[in-house]
């Protein structure tokens, strides 16, 4: 297995100065699967699509996937417990299940789960999926834990030099293939510091100025990262976001409670819509799961089309009005549903009217029609 930081020349460590960004107002929902003792939001997509795990009674722990209003339960065949962690735009879901004490990763793609599991690892987990399918995680082989990036079949070691262990929060990735995570001081153990790896193994380590605990646990492909962030106890964390540069505070508020919540969120999407948990006192067990989405936003538009006129590459995706979903892959192959559309490739598509048309390699625009490419023509169908 190789180790990509391996060739890294050098490690920065920014410690970002507040400005004067205006912070975001949100409107709140609590997301609870009926029944459920316990429920928590683990991630969301651009179509406010959320996942997460809840349980019933005392050990019973089920994957979830909520949209359109209404929750699915995801439990991987055989499993003793099922937790999902993050969700794309394609609808593709990882997550973590348990057999007896052994935890293993997973990749839910078109129905179908998917065993993600380095080579000689007793255990993996994971913890996000970006829109062109790759995975980041966690495995341990021996008694040595180390982070991970899977790209279609291919695990790759995301381990940051000189860390004393893996990093124990959660792992972020964007459509970019940018990473970001959190790991501890070599020295201090009672530090930890965000960091943002590039896919070119450039590595920089953040700490919000005054805090001893930076905490990265989400990346958007704006390059927005939600964390939390502490001055000192780890349990004592509140949501801080860094965007252009810039922390933010993020605190799920309450008007019936004096008391500011304790605020982790674990997702962030291109929309500005955050999920994860909070409580409104230190000692309320268990936390609360939400949804934050910008004011003036609907919340949930997975069933509805994408606008006309949206277009990918400056849209991650295009849902088109039978929701299915479109967008580029890796090599210009135009995908529906994932799947390559009519040996099509091309470098753009645009949703326009309630058609789907494609800027196609010959750079002339074809228009799909029943399962098949229309020849257009050079002008732009708008």
């Known amino acids: 297995m190789r180790n990509l930081l391996a060739s890294i020349a050098a490690l920065v ?15 709140y929902t609590t997301i609870a699967v009926p029944g459920a003792r316990v429920t928590t939001a683990n991630g969301i997509n651009d179509r406010g699509q959320i996942v997460g795990d809840y349980t019933v009674g005392t050990n019973a722990t ?37 057999v007896g004490a052994r935890r293993l990763a997973f990749l839910l793609t078109g129905g179908r789960f998917i065993g993600l599991i380095p080579p000689g690892a007793v255990e993996s987990w994971t913890y996000g999926v970006n829109d062109f399918g790759q995975v980041v995680g966690g495995y341990i082989i021996g008694t040595a834990a180390h982070n991970f990036l899977w790209t279609h079949g291919r695990f ?45 193994g450039k590595l920089v380590t953040f700490q919000r100025p005054g805090n001893r605990i930076t905490i990265f646990n989400a990346i958007n492909d704006r390059g927005d990262i939600a964390g939390a962030s ?28 004096p008391v500011p919540a304790i605020t982790r969120p674990y997702a962030i999407n ?36 994408s606008p006309s006129g949206t277009r990918v590459p400056l849209a991650a995706i295009i849902v088109d009005r039978e929701l299915a979903t479109w967008t580029l892959g890796p090599g210009g192959e135009i995908l529906r549903g994932g799947v390559l559309a009519a040996n099509g490739y091309g470098s753009q598509i645009l949703y326009y009217q309630d058609e789907v048309y494609v800027l196609g390699d010959d750079d002339n625009w074809w228009r799909w029609i029943s399962g098949t490419w229309v020849f257009v023509g050079p002008n732009e169908p708008t």
């Open 270 to 305: 291109n929309r500005g819509q955050l999920v994860g948990v909070h409580t409104f006192d230190s000692t309320e067990v268990p936390s609360l799961a939400f949804v934050a989405t910008p004011a003036g936003l609907e919340e949930d538009v997975s069933a509805s089309p």
């Open 62 to 98: 089920h994957g979830f996937l909520r949209s359109n209003g209404g929750f699915t339960t995801i439990d991987v065949p055989g499993a003793d417990t099922t937790r999902a962690q993050g969700i794309n735009n394609l609808g593709q879901i990882v997550g973590t299940y348990t």
């Open 230 to 257: 502490s001055s000192a106890q780890p349990l004592a964390q509140n949501g801080t976001i860094l965007s252009f540069g810039q922390f933010t505070n993020f605190s799920v508020q309450s008007s019936s409670s």
């Open 156 to 200: 790759v070691d995301i381990d940051v030099p000189g860390a004393p262990a893996v990093s124990t929060e959660r792992l972020g990735i964007n459509r970019w293939g940018v990473v970001v995570g959190s790991v501890g001081d070599a020295t201090d153990p009672g530090v930890r510091r965000g960091f943002r790896l590039e896919p070119d």
């Open 13 to 27: 460590l920014v410690a970002v100065t507040p400005g004067r960004a205006t912070a975001q107002t949100y409107t």
